[in-house]
């Protein structure tokens, strides 16, 4: 009796038009969540991969340099002594500022250090790799002589024929991911971080 037919069929209408408004308002803003989500992800892993491109690319530059002297006719020469050879490891490494000891290890797992012990590796990865002719280089260690955090990589040495006769191995400042990853900016303040095998933090600004 209070509210006539017209005001009725106004109210009901009105309601389920504000209703349809509502869902449609919430599905868009959903829609518009979603959207822009993926597109963050899309852009977040196209950062990543560019990112992953730069740090190869840095580190590829002291495989590049330890390749060049893996290659000197002075270690692949069989007349020459280790200790020689390591003498000779030792003065090129004074050439480049990013590595800080740079030793070589035979076929016998012997690695040789200019002044310093003759070391046995056979248990470590980084010789294990180098003899299968593969580069290597190790996540962030201590080092077990000067308790720094360093960094191991290693090249094969390869003879006349081409076969494995040892492996050039070199250590590196444990924060050198740290710094060479530090200037990557993601959007206006992120930055990025990397992961090791088992899920260590091993770079982070």
Do not use: W
């Amino acid at each position: 009796r209070r509210f006539s037919i017209k005001l009725k069929l106004i109210l009901i209408f009105g309601f389920l038009i504000l209703s349809s408004l509502l869902v449609l308002g919430t599905l868009a803003i959903g829609l518009a969540r979603k959207a822009t989500s993926e597109k963050v992800e899309i852009h977040l892993k196209d950062k990543a991969r560019d990112t992953t491109e730069i740090i190869d690319g840095r580190v590829r530059a002291l495989y590049q340099f330890l390749e060049g002297i893996a290659r000197s006719p002075i270690l692949r020469n069989k007349g020459v002594s280790y200790e020689e050879k390591a003498k000779y490891c030792m003065d090129e490494a004074s050439a480049n500022e990013t590595i800080k000891f740079l030793a070589i290890a035979n076929s016998n797992a012997l690695l040789y250090t200019y002044g310093q012990k003759t070391i046995k590796v056979d248990h470590l990865e980084y010789y294990k790799e180098g003899m299968s002719g593969k580069d290597f280089i190790s996540e962030p260690f201590v080092s077990e002589i000067s308790g720094t955090i360093i960094m191991a990589l290693s090249v094969p040495i390869y003879d006349e024929d081409g076969l494995v006769v040892g492996v050039l191995c070199a250590t590196i400042d444990g924060f050198i991911l740290c710094e060479r990853t530090k200037d990557i900016v993601v959007g206006k303040t992120g930055a990025v971080y990397m992961l090791g095998k088992r899920g260590t933090v091993i770079a982070h600004h």
